[in-house]
């Protein structure tokens, strides 16, 4: 009796620590645990990394575990470090009391899938119209992605004579490059020279994504309209191998966070990063990445990300408080995978669908689990099904490891009445509502999906307006959007949309994003085809300008916005680009903000005037450019450039940016559209408002002397 009782304690202990290490882990490093394990008993045709790059936070000397289970730090932010952990050493880090958590997420993905009238300023395609006081200059635009081609001409400045890409780093580059240096991160470009030598990243063959990102935000335009936001930005890139390579996630994606944001200080200059890359968004799951991350912004430091593009399937089902039952199905002849959360007590029922008769009775096995059970696994139909609970969190996931003439497809079914409970899918798959088969499986919704890092409160996060449904390419064919099923002006149909899965309202704000027209890679293997608009030749080398689709578009597009904001004030906080844009934005949608539009439509030159204090101080301040009329300084005064000759008088005022009047002028018209008015005061910004009874002259613009 004493024997059996040391036994169960000594089991209840092991137990104890087994759900302990459990819960220090993401559900990405507990998988890749799980499978070091699996295959220390038996052969497994899954290829496991040698290291894999996560973060981890300790409660002792840091170094010192690091050391012992040979790890390699690549840096650390506070408290959290980012290191390089052999995969075969990740079970005995995470049974260490020193370690309090290990974190990665594996599984990123790029979002991509007019605007001149949309965000009222900047043009991303073709209006090169934006206010000349305000051009990005002074700040430092950042982007991590793939696919860069950093000398691409539309990288340099507008006479195309210096290039305006400081900073590169590639993580597909190869070691003995005669250019640049290894660093842990990959391998870094610090000079022009370097820069122009290396000219593009390892992917940049099979990949367009980053140039054509970076030319949304910061382009020049070079020989094409299709100038970017914030012009004249200094920027720097970092191109991320976390899209390919099994050892990287999100912990490499926060170092390469700490790494531009650390360049700019180190070159004194607010930063904005641009960021269209996401990963499955899992409350709990992502505690040290959402720390970093709200460690590394703040005052002159604003990380940008995309929403998503998961609107376009069903990826969510709730199970409300007072509903029986609710459910739906996953098909995927391979392997699937979902999520659930709930803090209450519920039923789950797993079923493959071949194993369900004409009526919805079980003809054979299901597996049938409840929040007692820690994890449960069973062979379903020629799959292995595995649900195992960490927290609140429960993950699901089959495998098919036999022949069978199963068609793929599981049926999921949450049951009891005093339960809440969601779920939702893996960002790579969907579910399929399936009523037929099952009356309770026809629950499954396409919201909820904001990815990560978007749905983090810290982070400002974009979703894609359909600013544009065709477009003319280089051949003069019109195009429509690849799969456009939403208006124009409209949010697009792909656009992720909110709550997050823990209640916050997502995305902040929408810009465009289908259609747009910008940069891309002259390296890139595949033809271009439809979505070709237009070339340029720099150097004896021809490159193309593309349109494409995709929250990855919407974001940058917010990102050179923001870049002009930290021009107007270097010291803007996420939290005031926020209220900026929650007082700027044009309402969308019923309530504001909403999970769909957030506070709707961006407006870039509204935002520049509620920074610099303008509408309170000058009265009668149009909120908007003149759509009618050009606004520019010119040699001693202002030049006035109108679409047509004006038939009627028109007022302009000019003031300080203190809004202290400076003059004032009625203006008699003639046949000219062209007006030159003096404006003798010294170097600086001025605000011009200009007033006439007449279509689009009415209006506001900044101009710097």
């Excluded at 191998?241 to 360049?263: C, Q, R």
Aim: net charge negative; glycine share 8%; aromatic share 8%.
């Amino acid at each position: 009796m004493r024997k059996f009782i040391v036994l169960s304690i000594l089991s209840l202990v092991c137990i104890g620590i087994g759900a302990q290490r459990v819960q220090k882990m993401s559900l990405d490093i507990r998988q890749l645990v799980n499978q070091t394990t699996s295959q220390g008993h038996r052969a497994s045709s899954v290829k496991l990394p040698e290291t894999v790059r996560a973060m981890i936070r300790f409660n002792g000397d840091a170094e010192a575990v690091m050391d012992q289970y040979h790890c390699k730090a690549i840096t650390h932010i506070g408290d959290i470090y980012i290191a390089d952990i052999p995969v075969s050493q990740l079970k005995a880090l995470a049974n260490d009391n020193q370690v309090q958590r290990i974190e990665n997420h594996q599984g990123g993905k790029v979002l991509m899938d007019v605007a001149p009238k949309w965000i009222n300023s900047p043009a991303i395609y073709e209006d090169t119209r934006l206010p000349q006081a305000y051009t990005g200059k002074g700040v430092l635009l950042g982007i991590i992605d793939v696919g860069l081609e950093v000398t691409h001409p539309n990288f340099y400045n507008a006479d195309a004579t210096t290039l305006r890409v400081t900073r590169f780093l590639d993580q597909f580059a190869a070691d003995d490059e005669q250019y640049g240096q290894s660093i842990d991160l990959g391998r870094e470009y610090t000079t022009e020279a370097d820069i122009k030598g290396k000219g593009y990243a390892g992917d940049s063959y099979r990949n367009f994504h980053g140039t054509h990102c970076l030319g949304i935000s910061a382009g020049s335009g070079h020989t094409t309209p299709y100038r970017g936001v914030a012009y004249e930005a200094e920027l720097a890139a970092a191109n991320s191998s976390v899209a390919g390579d099994s050892n990287f996630g999100s912990a490499n994606e926060l170092a390469l966070m700490k790494y531009l944001f650390d360049y700019a200080d180190e070159r004194q200059m607010p930063c904005v990063i641009t960021y269209s890359i996401g990963f499955n968004a899992l409350p709990n799951d992502c505690v040290l990445f959402e720390e970093g991350i709200s460690q590394l912004v703040g005052p002159g430091h604003i990380l940008v990300a995309a929403a998503g593009n998961e609107s376009h399937k069903l990826d969510y089902v709730c199970k409300p408080k007072g509903m029986a039952a609710a459910g739906t199905s996953l098909q995927d002849d391979k392997s699937g995978m979902a999520f659930l959360y709930s803090k209450d007590l519920f039923t789950l029922k797993v079923i493959s669908k071949h194993k369900i008769s004409v009526n919805g009775s079980l003809k054979g096995d299901s597996l049938v689990y409840t929040p007692t059970e820690g994890k449960v696994e069973k062979q379903l139909a020629g799959k292995a099904v595995v649900v195992e609970k960490v927290d609140t969190c429960y993950t699901i996931t089959f495998t098919r490891d036999s022949t069978d003439t199963d068609d793929g497809t599981m049926l999921f079914v949450i049951e009891g009445e005093d339960s809440f409970v969601q779920m939702v899918v893996d960002m790579r798959q969907a579910f399929t509502n399936d009523t037929e088969t099952d009356p309770r499986c026809g629950n499954a919704t396409n919201d909820h999906n904001v990815g990560l890092p978007g749905c983090l409160p810290s982070v400002v996060t974009v979703g894609a307006l359909n600013g544009r449904e065709k477009f003319v390419n280089i051949k003069g064919d019109t195009i429509a959007s690849w799969g456009v099923k939403s208006n124009e002006g409209t949010i697009a149909f792909f656009s992720s949309q909110g709550p997050t899965l823990d209640g916050l309202v997502k995305p902040d704000v929408v810009t465009p994003g289908i259609n747009i027209h910008a940069s891309a890679n002259s390296h890139y293997e595949e033809d271009y085809g439809a979505v070709l608009v237009a070339k340029s030749t720099f150097e004896d080398r021809e490159y193309p300008w593309i349109a494409i689709s995709g929250t990855s578009m919407a974001t940058p597009c917010m990102a050179g916005i923001v870049a002009l904001w930290l021009q107007a004030n270097p010291q803007l906080s996420p939290d005031d680009v926020k209220r900026i844009i929650r007082e700027t934005s044009h309402p969308m949608g019923d309530m504001i903000p909403n999970n769909t539009y957030g506070y709707g439509l961006a407006d870039a030159y509204a935002g520049i005037l509620n920074i610099l204090g303008l509408p309170t101080t000058i009265k009668d301040l149009s909120q908007h450019q003149p759509s009618a009329l050009t606004i520019r300084p010119a040699d001693g005064g202002i030049r006035l450039s109108f679409d047509k000759a004006p038939a009627q008088p028109f007022t302009v005022r000019v003031y300080a940016v203190s809004g202290q009047l400076l003059g004032e002028q009625v203006v008699r018209p003639t046949s000219s559209t062209e007006y030159l008015l003096p404006l003798s005061n010294s170097s600086g910004i001025y605000v011009v408002q200009v007033n006439s009874p007449e279509q689009g002259v009415t209006g506001s613009e900044l101009i710097r002397k």
